[in-house]
């Protein structure tokens, strides 16, 4: 039980263009959602939560029109890039938490690269 | 200000050897403390959630322990396959329910 995906596991795209990364919970519903950015041998960098039905609240530095999440069903959000540049380069990671208990189940992660 | 220090950063045991992973934390008022695995290029798996000063919590050759200040993950007899990032986070009292997460502490086991 517990399952997440994310979709793609990994993109490369030109400097300029906008990605978008899905995160589904298979098994249950995810009331709330949090989008993490991870650079290399350092840890997960919370970027912002949704909860759903709801507009995210994103943690300070992190730019709302750069980096827009929606959370339209109790099973899916989406985190898309705009206007990606080299510096968004990074590993994405989305976890859910369900109505009941704290804990948050991660997904597998995608891995952006921006040329 | 909120905290989470894991140490040490980087521990290398010998296959059948024990150790512990310290995870100290200075918090406003604790919910929960939680440990993860990560593995290179993947997203980090739930290992334990732990909520009260004397809790621990067993899994396989892992157990977790917490007191009022830290929590410990005790490897016993580790393996080859238990090489990883092992990762502490702290949710707090009262807030949105985020983790706040500390370095992680990597792993390697020698056969």
């Known amino acids: 039980g517990a399952v997440v995906s994310q979709h793609p596991s990994w993109v490369i795209c030109k400097s300029g263009t906008s990605v978008k990364i899905e995160c589904r919970s298979l098994d249950f519903q995810a009331t709330t959602m949090f989008w993490y950015r991870q650079f290399p041998k350092q840890s997960l960098m919370l970027m912002a939560t949704?909860?759903?039905?709801?507009?995210?609240?994103?943690e300070q530095g992190v730019e709302k029109d750069k980096f827009l999440i929606n959370h339209a069903s109790l099973t899916l959000s989406t985190l898309t890039v705009t206007s990606a540049h080299p510096e968004d380069s990074s590993f994405y990671i989305c976890?859910?938490?369900?109505?009941?208990?704290?804990?948050?189940?991660f997904g597998p992660g995608t891995r952006l690269t921006v040329l | 200000e909120d905290q989470v220090t894991q140490s040490p950063e980087a521990l290398r045991l010998q296959e059948g050897e024990s150790s512990s992973l310290n995870c100290s934390y200075t918090?406003?008022?604790?919910?929960?403390l939680f440990w993860y695995r990560q593995d290179p290029g993947k997203g980090p798996e739930f290992l334990f959630t732990l909520y009260s000063a004397g809790e621990e919590k067993e899994k396989e050759r892992l157990k977790a322990t917490l007191t009022k200040k830290e929590s410990f993950l005790h490897i016993t007899a580790p393996k080859p396959e238990d090489s990883a990032t092992y990762l502490c986070?702290?949710?707090?009292?009262?807030?949105?329910?985020?983790?706040?997460f500390g370095k992680g502490i990597t792993l390697s086991v020698r056969p």
């Open positions: 986070a702290v949710q707090i009292s009262g807030a949105n329910s985020k983790l706040t």
């Open positions: 976890s859910a938490r369900g109505r009941l208990g704290d804990t948050q189940y």
């Open positions: 949704s909860n759903e039905g709801s507009k995210a609240t994103y």
């Open positions: 918090v406003s008022g604790l919910r929960g």
